[in-house]
């Protein structure tokens, strides 16, 4: 079960976490630290939810633990509201989804 540690009724900042981590162990930690701050799942690298500004500094730290010395990215981007609103997204469902 996840915890999530950020109390959903704050307010907080549209943030997107992207990462690309090789070792399979540290990747796990990452999904779980973004999932346990309240993130849902954009596609299967990147994680999106709004963060208030301290849960987005405790996010980093746990972030920067997880990767440890392991080669990887991890980008956090702390966005605005209207390019949520004004982004276009294009999707299409495949026949095998």
């Not at 690309?20 to 849902?40: E, F, H, I, P, S």
């Not at 972030?63 to 990887?72: H, P, R």
Request: proline share 1%; glycine share 8%; net charge negative.
């Amino acid at each position: 079960m996840v915890k999530v540690i950020q109390d959903e009724r704050k307010a907080g900042q549209p943030t997107l976490v992207l990462y690309d981590v090789q070792d399979d162990k540290r990747r796990t930690k990452v999904m779980n630290a973004c999932k346990d701050y309240g993130l849902a799942r954009w596609q299967y690298s990147a994680y999106q939810g709004k963060l208030t500004h301290a849960a987005r500094r405790e996010l980093e730290t746990r972030l920067e633990k997880a990767l440890g010395d392991s080669g990887g990215l991890i980008a956090i981007l702390q966005l605005e509201q209207w390019q949520i609103d004004d982004a276009t997204i294009i999707f299409q469902e495949g026949e095998d989804d």
